[in-house]
């Protein structure tokens, strides 16, 4: 099996993205605005092998690579360029999650970009981010906003940047969610119509293009989803000082910000967010729940806030 290969022009998270290997999840673009990514496939084998890699990552200033066992190794430099080397017995769609997932990532970083990792949407015409642990609803909490009539700005990666004023602002991303089985159901929906994950066969991809955001918007809140025991529903606000733990815990893949030289700029970034956006840690129960009772239960906060 062989990747395609297209060169074919892409826009996401606000850049121009020309792909030698086919990216469907992803917007075409047909303008002649100057490329700022390209994706493109290369043999990076005798580049790994002289590293001298004692562990997955390789980062360096600028540099980042690493292997991704029985998929590919992968490269990305300079925030302009990821290099893909599929491995034997690779599968395409995992090659793509990489690319989309830890690749974007690590290229956002070194464009100085904060990637937090999450999913974001458009209330009033303002994003909150949701963000928290694998497996704590973020996903499912958007689709519960969305299924309330508000918009997807981004799943999984949530870009983030300082406008020239320096307030933040969020870059759309492109148009799909990743959801769990029992979320699907629990919208009315039914897995057959979709395609699952590869390697989580209960996850599955679902395409929002009419529930899609596409332009960028003043960032407002973060959200910090955590389940507990309790059965209550509850949200509170974050102080100070914890938001900055709540920043960079939630940055995706935050290992790469130290080896990137990044940290002090990270937290300069940081610094100017905690005191301009809201920040609030909702907690949910394991069980015995549904997200639209989540969102009766946060909207008249942050529609408040949006005031």
Request: aromatic letters at 10%.
């Amino acid at each position: 099996m062989l990747l395609t290969q297209k060169n074919i022009l892409y826009r996401a998270f606000g850049l121009n993205i020309v792909s030698e290997i086919e990216l469907p999840e992803l917007n075409i673009e047909n303008n002649n605005a100057p490329i700022d990514i390209e994706v493109k496939l290369e043999d990076l084998s005798e580049l790994w092998s002289s590293s001298g890699a004692n562990s997955d990552f390789i980062i360096k200033n600028q540099f980042v690579m690493f292997k991704a066992y029985d998929i590919a190794i992968f490269s990305i430099v300079d925030g302009k360029k990821i290099s893909v080397s599929p491995l034997e017995g690779f599968d395409e769609d995992k090659v793509r999650l990489w690319i989309l997932g830890t690749c974007m990532g690590a290229l956002l970083l070194q464009r100085e970009i904060i990637p937090l990792h999450g999913s974001a949407v458009v209330i009033d015409g303002k994003a909150y981010a949701i963000v928290g642990d694998s497996g704590a609803g973020k996903s499912t909490l958007a689709s519960a906003f969305i299924k309330n009539g508000y918009r997807l700005l981004t799943d999984d990666v949530i870009a983030v940047t300082l406008d020239k004023k320096n307030a933040p602002i969020v870059t759309p991303s492109y148009p799909q969610q990743k959801l769990w089985q029992d979320s699907i159901e629990s919208f009315g929906l039914e897995c057959k119509n979709y395609k699952s994950i590869h390697g989580r066969e209960t996850k599955f991809y679902i395409p929002m293009s009419s529930s899609f955001y596409n332009a960028s918007v003043p960032l407002a809140g973060v959200i910090e989803l955590f389940k507990s025991e309790n059965d209550v529903i509850e949200m509170k606000e974050i102080d100070s000082l914890n938001r900055f733990y709540t920043l960079y815990s939630n940055t995706f893949r935050n290992f790469l910000i130290r080896g990137l030289g990044l940290m002090q700029w990270h937290f300069d970034t940081c610094a100017i967010m905690v005191n301009q956006i809201n920040f609030f840690r909702l907690q949910r129960p394991i069980s015995g729940y549904n997200a639209q009772q989540i969102v009766d239960t946060i909207l008249p906060t942050l529609l408040k806030g949006s005031e």
